[in-house]
């Protein structure tokens, strides 16, 4: 037996530790987070409540301060004014015809959370969707009645070193998903085309909302694939293609070459018509990002170089090289 | 045995559970419980919350993946020997116990002065945590044992694991509410896990009573030497408990495999892990006790026996292809609790049964170093597989080689008998 008053000992050393760390709690300042110091502009931020009319680019704001991180928007025709915030933060951001995607790592709680939101005009939230993994693409369909989502995947597949990802389809009137990429009936040569390993990833949507294109990677090569949502089915085109953008127009593919000698990407466009392909002059820089249509003859893309991070606007002519069009600037959308 | 002999046995077991006697444990028992559940508290706390830990159970590769769970598993073995044997030379097993918890208590205040500086300075510390849990473990047991009579002694294990696995499962819940109600102050959560370590050593202090020791076992006491370490191999009453719990391990598949295979092949995200674990430690809590009185009036041996049938119906529901998510994780989960409740203290029950109370904790050393090398050896060879031949071979490899040893095990019940009754 123990020794008389050894649990009246116990229990006033349990009150002693109680008390000890809500000492502790409330005597030692929070420790401050990097980004609330100085540095914080005072220059008056512009917020709106809904996604201004004519031809606009949705983008994730990363400049440093408040605003870091928030979903912004600048008018096609005067990129320099000032950015316009929204009332949403997201990793990765796309918008077309009034209707928007936006990725988000929630990282508040204890879990980081992956989640993707279906937002309208009007910045509300229609739809939260959960996603498996931290969010990496996102591309909603020119009609705007469908979206695709590309998270990766860690713990999807260990069979080879490098990542995986998840692709999924969704209606964005309902937010349900349509399909996941990775259950589609896939054709090479003219034969069926199933391995274990299929990673998809970076879908472009044709006009119709259904046709699509997409990047297939398996045993290492990574082939550009075009399908259909409601048939299920796609067919592999070619080899060494990442992050298809299709045009406007529907005439050219823009899409990331995997480099050879080196590690990184060259950006490349692609005639669908006569499948000829040639370099564009993004510099000596690596690009790795799913580029968006500017115009007709531009696309715009992140990167950091040098010059500045942020989103860069290229002429797919091959010959002019690229400038910078918004500095600290992330995930463009452009929506005419 | 026939069924009139259970009839009996089923007559006996009804008439004695509601005799309140029976299931009155000791209060060192229970002050070991509380000693346990404070430094599980601790130590799950911060570890529920330690970038690193996801990294583990989620973002390795497999081979890395089972060298880490291996290394965790059977890295402290050394410790835990020198633990036994310092405390049956000693006698002072309270004391031997008490460093171990005391090394952790300190490791507790490196993390909160290490907190947020480098990853590798906290996985160092990690360690040394494991090497005073493995420190602590066999005298612990031994004093738990030497405090209750023979035909309590599942019971009393039952009762402590159970504290245990109450603090495994509190430590993240703390954690997620001071994160909660103070965003950002990690620095709280080391303080605090250093405050419950050291709490827990005071309850060791104030609540556990060093059993006298008879005067036979002093005698043994002296005599004891270095070779004595390896008196439970020579002893044919330990080898069987030794070799069946060994073998077991050898065919376990290690939780954080399960946890992986289980959440990949239902679609369902990586952040689920953690709450798995805390839903087996639930289980495992709720069915410790029941199950340790079982242990002691129908016999340890069959109900450790039965907790690896438990364990195949647990990896049915995990790889069997019923992707009923989240029904299949919660039948898995509260199998692999059944599973722990049925082993763990049941088996260092078994244990103190046939183990000299001289040698008792190096004995018990010797057990939980038996399934510690078998469980290093599973989770390497099972990662190995894996990466080569994939998953559902590994699977199906892993769960032919448990029912494998489970017939083996039901087999050998008559040479068996000896060391449950």
């Known amino acids: ?336 | 045995m026939y069924a009139g002999d259970w009839l009996t046995r089923l007559t006996d077991l009804a008439r004695d559970a509601r005799n309140p006697r029976q299931w009155h444990v000791p209060s060192n028992v229970w002050g070991l419980g509380v000693t346990s559940m404070l430094t599980d508290v601790s130590s799950e706390m911060v570890l529920s919350i330690l970038p690193a830990y996801l990294v583990m159970t989620g973002g390795l590769a497999p081979l890395a993946l089972g060298v880490a769970a291996g290394v965790h598993e059977g890295g402290p073995m050394l410790a835990a020997w020198a633990g036994g044997l310092m405390a049956d030379r000693s006698g002072r097993r309270k004391l031997t116990a008490g460093s171990g918890y005391a090394l952790s208590a300190i490791c507790r205040l490196g993390w909160f002065a290490l907190s947020g500086r480098t990853i590798t300075a906290i996985a160092g510390l990690v360690l040394v945590d494991r090497m005073g849990k493995a420190l602590r473990t066999a005298p612990r047991d031994a004093i738990i044992s030497l405090s209750v009579r023979p035909g309590q002694l599942a019971t009393a294990f039952g009762v402590h694991r159970a504290l245990d696995a109450a603090g495994a499962a509190l430590g993240p819940i703390l954690a997620f509410v001071l994160l909660w109600r103070m965003p950002g102050r990690y620095d709280v959560i080391f303080f605090a896990s250093f405050v419950v370590a050291v709490l827990g050593v005071v309850a060791l202090a104030l609540l556990v009573d060093e059993t006298p020791e008879p005067a036979a076992a002093d005698a043994d006491r002296i005599r004891l030497s270095s070779r004595d370490v390896f008196a439970a191999f020579g002893d044919a009453a330990v080898r069987p408990v030794l070799i069946l719990a060994t073998a077991f391990a050898l065919v376990t598949i290690s939780d954080a495999f399960v946890y992986l295979l289980l959440v990949q092949r239902s679609h369902a995200g990586a952040q689920w892990i953690p709450l798995l674990y805390t839903g087996t430690s639930v289980a495992f809590l709720a069915l410790a006790v029941p199950v340790g009185y079982l242990a002691d009036r129908i016999g340890g041996r069959a109900v450790f026996v039965f907790g690896h049938l438990l364990l195949l119906l647990a990896y049915a529901a995990a790889f069997g292809g019923f992707t009923v998510w989240p029904w299949n994780a919660v039948a898995c989960v509260a199998l692999l609790g059944g599973y722990y409740a049925c082993s763990d203290g049941v088996l260092a029950g078994i244990a103190s049964r046939v183990l000299p109370a001289a040698t008792r904790a190096v004995g018990l050393a010797w057990v939980a170093t038996g399934v510690s090398v078998g469980r290093l050896c599973s989770a390497i060879v099972f990662g190995v597989v894996w990466t080569r031949a994939g998953d559902r071979i590994a699977v199906t490899a892993f769960t032919t080689a448990l029912v494998i040893v489970l017939c083996a095990a039901i087999a050998t019940r008559s040479t068996g008998t000896a060391v449950a009754s």
């Not at chain 1, 009150?15 to 110091?37: D, F, H, N």
């Not at chain 1, 080196?262 to 490349?268: P, R, S, Y």
Request: glycine share 8%; net charge neutral; hydrophobic share 45%.
């Open chain 1, 1 to 336: 037996m123990t020794r008389p008053g050894a649990r009246a000992l116990f229990l006033v050393a349990c009150a002693a530790a109680i008390l000890a760390v809500a000492v502790y709690a409330v005597l030692t300042p929070p420790r401050v987070g990097p980004e609330s110091a100085a540095g914080a502009a005072d220059t008056p931020v512009d917020l709106i409540a809904s996604v201004p009319e004519g031809p606009v680019m949705l983008f994730r704001e990363a400049s440093p301060g408040p605003m870091y991180g928030r979903l912004a928007v600048v008018q096609l025709s005067r990129p320099d004014a000032p950015r316009q915030i929204a009332p949403l933060s997201c990793e990765r951001i796309h918008y077309a015809a009034g209707w928007g995607v936006c990725m988000v790592n929630d990282e508040k709680g204890l879990l980081v959370r992956h989640l993707a939101y279906v937002f309208d005009r009007a910045f509300q939230i229609r739809h939260t969707i959960a996603l498996t993994g931290s969010p990496i693409r996102a591309r909603v369909a020119p009609g705007g009645r469908r979206a695709a989502l590309t998270v990766f995947e860690r713990g999807h597949s260990y069979a080879e070193d490098g990542f995986s990802t998840r692709t999924t389809v969704i209606d964005t009137a309902s937010g349900r998903q349509l399909a996941d990429l990775e259950d589609f009936a896939i054709e090479k040569d003219g034969a069926a085309f199933k391995a274990i390993d299929f990673n998809f990833w970076g879908v472009t949507f044709a006009r119709d909302g259904d046709q699509f294109f997409a990047t297939l990677k398996t045993h290492g090569e990574k082939y550009l694939v075009k399908g259909s949502i409601d048939a299920r089915r796609a067919a592999v085109l070619r080899a060494d293609v990442e992050c298809p953008s299709l045009s406007p127009d529907g005439s050219l593919i823009v899409f990331k070459k995997p480099l050879t000698r080196e590690v990184g990407w060259h950006l490349h466009v692609l005639d669908l018509a006569t499948g000829v392909e040639r370099p564009l002059n993004q510099g000596r820089r690596s690009v790795d990002d799913q580029v968006d249509w500017f115009d007709d003859r531009q696309v715009v893309y992140h990167d950091s170089a040098s010059e500045g991070t942020g989103i860069w606007v290229l002429p797919v002519d091959g010959v002019t090289p690229p400038t910078l069009l918004l500095p600290n600037a992330y995930s463009p959308a452009v929506a005419r």
